[in-house]
């Protein structure tokens, strides 16, 4: 069965400092590896896909990267703006699991002033 | 414009009622889903749905039942709610390709 681990799940950062999230899989041959944010009330935002290891994608303040078996985010810089939950979920190969993602828990982002 | 729409945003109701969230997308995808995000934060898909026929009906039980009259909207039915329902469902929608699926803002649903 596939499985998604998020850590820490929870990250309290002051304005500026730059930290990682890490997202540990197992899957059955992986068909890509999503990263999306997540602010209260609303629903998850996609941020980024990553397919094969050694991948790395940029937005912002934003960059996602991709080994065998975990993924991470680092977030540089940040700003309060970047307060969120980050989900990550992976998308396994067998055709018979068709688009379905598995996702972690989540880590929780707060950026102070 | 919004590309994925759910209503209603809350449903507040007794046990043993039936109860219907729709969902509609405006994105011209033709795969979508359903997701439970309970109170740990995880979201789990329930159902997926593509050009109107079922692909992934995860062990949920047969009092949900999801109906696709068209491509571009998804429903889901809930008989004999229980408190354990009680939870916030998502509605996505992708191309059904390898690309990501978007998100509807959620249906909060809370049984009294």
């Known amino acids: 069965e596939d499985q998604v681990t998020q850590s820490p799940e929870a990250l309290r950062l002051q304005e500026g400092e730059s930290s990682s999230l890490n997202c540990s899989y197992t899957?059955?041959?992986?068909?890509?590896l999503f990263w999306y944010r997540q602010d209260p009330g609303k629903g998850p935002e996609f941020l980024f896909t990553?397919?094969?290891a050694g991948e790395e994608k940029e937005k912002e303040r934003l960059k996602a990267t991709l080994t065998k078996k975990e993924s991470f985010l680092h977030i540089t810089a940040p700003k309060p703006e970047d307060s969120a939950t980050y989900l990550c979920a992976v998308r396994a190969l067998i055709k018979a699991a068709g688009n379905k993602l598995t996702f972690g828990g989540g880590t929780r982002v707060l950026v102070k002033p | 414009d919004t590309a994925v729409s759910q209503t209603p945003k809350y449903l507040v109701t007794q046990m043993g009622n039936d109860k219907s969230i729709k969902c509609e997308q405006n994105?011209?995808?033709?795969?979508m889903y359903w997701y439970k995000q309970d109170s740990k934060k995880f979201l789990k898909i329930m159902f997926s749905?593509?050009?109107?026929?079922?692909?992934i009906n995860e062990t949920v039980p047969n009092r949900f039942s999801p109906k696709s009259p068209d491509k571009a909207h998804l429903n889901l039915h809930i008989n004999s709610l229980e408190l354990g329902d009680s939870a916030v469902y998502f509605c996505a929608s992708s191309t059904g390709q390898n690309q990501p699926q978007h998100f509807g803002d959620g249906t909060r649903l809370s049984i009294l």
């Open positions: 994105l011209g995808h033709d795969t």
């Open positions: 899957v059955s041959g992986l068909r890509g």
């Open positions: 990553l397919y094969s």
């Open positions: 749905y593509n050009n109107k026929e079922l692909i």
